[in-house]
C-alpha cells in the first residue's frame, strides 16, 4: 500500500511541478504549451493505473486553474486516466513478442513499442480534447488544439519517457502488472483496439469536416467506450528480466542520449530564432501555435527516423546472429558433448552469407563438430584409462603379493623390509626365505627407470633367483647366470642394480655378492657404518661378467636400502642422503624395528614433496 501511494504522490508532484516551472517561463510565448501532457503517458507507463490516477489529480488541479468548467473537467479527466493507463496496456500487451519486460530501452522492438504507443496515446488523446473543447468553445478550436495537443503530447512524452525510464530503472521502482487468473479473448480485444483506432479516426475528420455536433458528441462517447472496455483486458504474460549487458542496448543508449540532446537543441534554437520566426510574413496558423515543437519535432525526424532505419539493420544482420552465437553457452559442458541440433540449424542459417557473420557461423558449427568429436575421443580415452588403472591395480596387487608380507622371527635373527613404489608399480623388489634349514636368502634391487618396465623386470629377476637358488647357493655364480640370461635380447637396453647375500645362522657367516648396488649398512661396536664391499657392475647390460663374492661374520644388524631412500628429495631439492641417513641408525637407540621411524623421519624431511622414485628397505638384526 505505501508503494501505491507514494507512485500516485509521485505522480500528482511531478504533473504540477513541470507546469509550474513552465508556466512561470516564457516557453508558452514559443509554443511550448501544456507541457504536463507529456507525464501522462510517461507516469502511467511507469506506474500504472496509480501513476495516471495521481497524474488525472494534479490535472484536475491544473484545469481549474485555467478557468475550465466541471462541466468540462469531469469527462476530460475520466478520458485523461483512460490514456495514461493506455501506456501501460500498451507496454504489456505483447503483440509481436511473448518475452515481455519491465519498460526498458534496450533494443529496435522496444524503441518502436515505446514510439508508438506514444503516439498511439498522444493521437486518441488530442482527437478527443479536440472534440471535446470544440463542442463547448466553437468548432474553430477543434484542428488548432488536435495539433498543438499532439505535437505537445508526443514531443515531450518522447524527452520524459527516456528521462524516467532510465531514472526509474535505476532506483527499481516501475510498477509491473500481476498475471490475471481470467481468460483473454486476444481476437477479442485486437478488434476493440482497431475499433478504438478507426473511430478516432473518423471523430477527426468529422471535426475538420464540421459535422454535427451530435454525431461528435456520440463518437467521442464510443471512443470513451472503446477505450475503458480495451483497459479491461487481462495481463497473462510473464515479466522476463533483461539483465544482459547487450551491445545493442550500449548502442541504443548512446543513441538515445545523442537524440536527447538534439530535441534539447532543437528547443533552444527556437527560444534564439524565435524573434525571426514571428516577423515571417504569411506564416502557417500552426508554425505561430506551435514553432518550438514543429522545429524540434522536424530535427528528430531528420535524425531519429533514419538512425532507426539503419540500427535496425545493424540489430538484424549483426547483433542479432551474435546474440544466437552467445546461445552456446549454457550447452557447454565440461567433458560433456555439444549436444543441440537447434544451436547448428541457427548457425545454418548465416553460413551462405558472404562476409564476417558468414565466417563466424561456419566457425561455431566446425568447433561443435571438433569439439563433439574431441569429447568423445576423449571418452574413448578415459575408457581405455580406466581399463589401465584397473589393470594396475591388478597389478600392484600382484607385485606386493610377490614381497614378503611378513618378517621371519627365529631364536637367531630377525628380518624385514618394505617397498614403495613412486607410481602404482616400481622396480624395487625385496625378498628373504628360507633356502634350507640353515640359510637365508637376502636380496635386494632396484631396475631402471620406473613403472610397468621396471615391475616387469623386477619381477622377472625375483623370479629367476629363486629358480637358480634351487640348483646353486654361490651368490657370485648366482648373479653371473642371472646377468647372461638378462642380458639376452635385451633391446630396451634395461638394467638393475642387485645385492644377494646368503646368511648361515649356525656359523653367522654371510656371503655375499653384489650387481652395481648401494652399499649396505652393517652395525659395529654399537655404532653403524657403510660396508665397503666391490660395486660390480648393473646387471643386463654385458655377459660373462665375473662378480666376486664377499663374506662378514655378522654378529648385530643389518641394513640394505634403494636409491629412493637417500634421493628422496624436500620442496628445497635437497636430499635426504646417505649421511642423513647413517646419522639416523647411529641416532636410533630403541631395540624396535627401525622400518617405521624411518620412514617418519624421512617424510619429516621431504614434507609436501611428490615422492620421486621407489622407496625399498631391507633390515637383518641378529639376536
Request: proline fraction near 3%; hydrophobic fraction near 45%; include cysteine.
Amino acid at each position: 500500500m505505501k508503494t501505491k501511494i507514494k507512485q500516485i504522490l509521485i505522480s500528482f508532484i511531478s504533473m504540477l511541478i513541470i507546469n509550474f516551472a513552465f508556466s512561470f517561463s516564457n516557453f508558452w510565448d514559443f509554443g511550448i504549451s501544456s507541457p504536463h501532457l507529456g507525464l501522462l503517458y510517461v507516469l502511467g507507463l511507469i506506474f500504472g493505473p496509480y501513476g495516471a490516477l495521481g497524474a488525472v489529480f494534479a490535472n484536475t488541479i491544473i484545469d481549474l486553474m485555467n478557468g475550465y468548467s466541471i462541466s468540462i473537467i469531469i469527462p476530460s479527466e475520466i478520458f485523461t486516466f483512460g490514456i495514461s493507463y493506455l501506456a501501460y496496456k500498451l507496454w504489456y500487451s505483447g503483440f509481436k513478442t511473448n518475452k515481455i519486460t519491465k519498460p526498458i530501452l534496450d533494443n529496435i522492438y522496444h524503441i518502436t513499442l515505446f514510439l508508438s504507443s506514444i503516439f498511439i496515446c498522444g493521437f486518441i488523446y488530442s482527437a478527443f480534447h479536440a472534440g471535446l473543447l470544440g463542442i463547448y468553445y466553437g468548432e474553430h478550436i477543434d484542428d488548432i488544439y488536435f495539433f498543438v495537443s499532439l505535437l505537445n503530447f508526443t514531443t515531450l512524452a518522447f524527452i520524459f519517457g527516456i528521462i524516467g525510464i532510465w531514472l526509474c530503472e535505476k532506483i527499481n521502482f516501475i510498477k509491473t502488472p500481476k498475471t490475471s487468473k481470467r481468460n483473454a479473448n486476444k481476437k477479442l480485444y485486437r478488434t476493440l483496439f482497431y475499433f478504438l483506432i478507426i473511430l478516432t479516426i473518423i471523430s477527426l475528420f468529422s471535426m475538420l469536416l464540421n459535422i454535427d455536433r451530435n454525431i461528435i458528441i456520440g463518437e467521442l462517447v464510443l471512443i470513451g467506450i472503446l477505450l475503458f472496455s480495451y483497459l479491461t483486458k487481462p495481463f497473462k504474460y510473464k515479466i522476463e528480466s533483461d539483465n544482459e549487458n547487450t551491445i545493442i542496448e550500449k548502442i541504443i543508449r548512446n543513441f538515445l542520449i545523442i537524440t536527447l540532446t538534439i530535441a534539447i537543441l532543437g528547443i533552444i534554437i527556437t527560444i534564439l530564432t524565435q524573434g525571426l520566426l514571428m516577423n515571417i510574413n504569411k506564416i502557417f496558423k500552426y508554425f505561430v501555435f506551435m514553432p518550438g515543437l514543429i522545429i524540434t519535432d522536424t530535427i528528430l525526424m531528420i535524425f531519429f527516423i533514419p538512425s532507426i532505419i539503419i540500427l535496425k539493420y545493424i540489430e538484424n544482420k549483426v547483433i542479432e546472429p551474435i546474440s544466437k552465437f552467445s546461445e552456446i553457452k549454457p550447452f557447454i559442458k565440461k567433458n560433456e558433448k555439444i549436444r543441440s541440433e537447434e544451436l547448428v540449424n541457427v548457425y545454418s542459417k548465416y553460413i551462405n552469407e558472404d562476409n564476417e557473420i558468414g565466417t563466424l557461423a561456419q566457425s561455431y558449427t566446425d568447433l561443435i563438430e571438433h569439439n563433439n568429436n574431441y569429447i568423445e575421443n576423449i571418452h574413448e580415452i578415459e575408457g581405455e584409462k580406466n581399463r589401465a588403472e584397473a589393470e594396475l591395480d591388478i597389478a600392484t596387487k600382484i607385485q606386493a603379493s610377490a614381497l614378503p608380507t611378513e618378517a621371519i622371527e627365529t631364536n637367531e635373527f630377525i628380518v624385514d623390509g618394505y617397498s614403495n613404489p613412486a607410481k602404482k608399480v616400481g622396480g624395487d623388489f625385496f625378498d628373504y626365505y628360507m633356502i634350507d634349514e640353515d640359510n637365508l636368502a637376502i636380496v635386494i634391487g632396484d631396475a631402471s627407470g620406473k613403472g610397468v618396465p621396471a615391475a616387469l623386470l623386477a619381477m622377472t629377476t625375483q623370479v629367476m633367483i629363486k629358480q637358480i637358488l634351487k640348483h646353486n647357493k654361490n651368490p657370485s655364480e648366482v648373479l653371473y647366470s642371472l646377468n647372461n640370461q638378462l642380458s639376452e635380447n635385451n633391446s630396451e637396453s634395461m638394467f638393475l642394480t642387485l645385492w644377494l647375500g646368503i646368511y648361515n645362522k649356525t656359523t653367522k657367516k654371510l656371503i655375499f655378492s653384489n650387481a652395481g648396488h648401494n652399499p649396505p649398512l652393517i652395525k659395529e661396536n654399537s655404532r653403524f657404518k657403510y660396508l665397503k664391499i666391490d660395486s660390480g657392475i648393473v646387471l643386463g647390460i654385458i655377459q660373462d661378467f665375473d662378480y666376486l663374492n664377499d663374506e662378514i661374520i655378522l654378529t648385530n644388524e643389518l641394513v640394505l636400502y634403494t636409491d629412493g631412500i637417500t634421493d628422496a628429495n624436500n620442496t628445497k631439492n635437497k636430499m635426504y642422503g646417505e649421511d642423513r641417513l647413517l646419522n639416523f641408525f647411529n641416532e636410533f637407540k630403541n631395540d624396535g624395528n627401525p622400518i617405521v621411524p624411518l620412514l617418519n623421519d624421512i617424510n619429516r624431511f621431504t614434507k609436501d614433496a611428490e615422492q620421486f622414485d621407489d622407496m625399498t628397505l631391507l633390515y637383518l638384526k641378529i639376536k
